[in-house]
């Protein structure tokens, strides 16, 4: 009885050690298998290093500048709220460039000594802006970014109000850039931006006549917030 037993208990004893081996084989199958992607199936996909954004943009201009030869004159310049889009391309998760397009106009008006010409012309200006911009990817959702970089401002359809004639000459400029995204799913998110503008293009008026020249200090600020899609 004694030696049936342990033979039973041997052949117990190899059925647990091939039922053991026969899983252990199953599962390094399985794990095998997991490894190897499925016909047909996506690999992950990395970013687009496109991204797009929509703004709605605040211009609050510096109310400063002067003409030539005339002691105590000075120049103030209408705010707007106009459209912008910005256009990015990311060369790493950090770095990016930004191009920012966007119009509007100013009011110019006469102020100081020349107060009392009131309106002197109206100006619409195209301020086409690359900035080169660090992001800050270890935040989540909340996507912080800062940047620098130029800016070239042309100015179109001048019209004189109270001066004869006005032309406001097209200049380069230096910007600064501070803002966020919150990154609402991989491709939609929020945005609010802040830039600087240093902006002073020379001008040419003439006034009852007389041909003058002049600086117009506008360094705008450009406030914006919008809507980012990433491709």
Same mark, same amino acid.
Not at 190 to 201: A, S
């Given at each position: 009885m004694a030696k049936k037993r342990m033979?039973? #208990?041997?052949? /117990?004893? #190899? #059925? /647990?050690? @091939?039922?053991?081996?026969?899983? *252990?084989?199953?599962a390094a199958d399985l794990e095998q298998a997991a490894d190897v992607p499925l016909a047909g199936a996506s690999v992950t996909e990395w970013p687009?290093?496109? *991204?797009?954004?929509?703004?709605?943009?605040?211009?609050?201009t510096k109310d400063s500048g002067? /003409?030539?030869?005339? $002691?105590g004159s000075g120049l103030s310049y209408s705010d707007?709220?106009?459209?912008?889009?910005?256009?990015?391309?990311?060369?790493? +998760?950090?770095? #990016?460039?930004? @191009?920012? @397009?966007?119009?509007?106009?100013?009011n110019i008006d006469g102020q100081g000594t020349i107060g009392g010409l009131g309106k002197?012309?109206?100006?619409?200006?195209? $301020?086409?802006? @690359?900035?080169?911009?660090y992001h800050f990817t270890d935040l989540g959702?909340?996507? $912080?970014?800062?940047?620098?970089?130029?800016?070239?401002?042309?100015?179109?359809? %001048?019209d004189a109000g109270s001066a004869d004639a006005l032309k406001v000459k097209n200049t380069f400029g230096t910007a600064l850039q501070v803002g966020f995204d919150y990154m609402v799913d %991989?491709?939609?998110? /929020?945005?609010?931006?802040?830039?600087?503008?240093?902006?002073?293009?020379?001008? +040419?008026?003439?006034?009852?006549?007389?041909?003058l020249t002049g600086k117009a200090a506008l360094d705008p600020w450009l406030i914006g917030a919008g809507v980012t899609y990433r491709f």
């Open positions: 033979g039973v #208990a041997r052949e /117990v004893a #190899a #059925a /647990v050690i @091939l039922i053991v081996m026969g899983q *252990q084989a199953i687009s290093p496109w *991204q797009v954004r929509l703004r709605a943009l605040g211009v609050i002067y /003409v030539n030869g005339v $002691p707007t709220l106009t459209p912008e889009l910005d256009i990015s391309y990311f060369f790493t +998760d950090n770095i #990016a460039a930004e @191009l920012i @397009l966007g119009t509007t106009y100013a002197v012309g109206k100006v619409w200006l195209l $301020p086409p802006t @690359l900035t080169l911009q959702a909340f996507r $912080p970014y800062v940047g620098a970089g130029v800016n070239y401002t042309i100015f179109y359809n %001048q %991989q491709h939609w998110g /929020v945005n609010f931006d802040v830039k600087k503008l240093f902006l002073k293009p020379n001008f +040419d008026v003439t006034v009852d006549g007389a041909k």
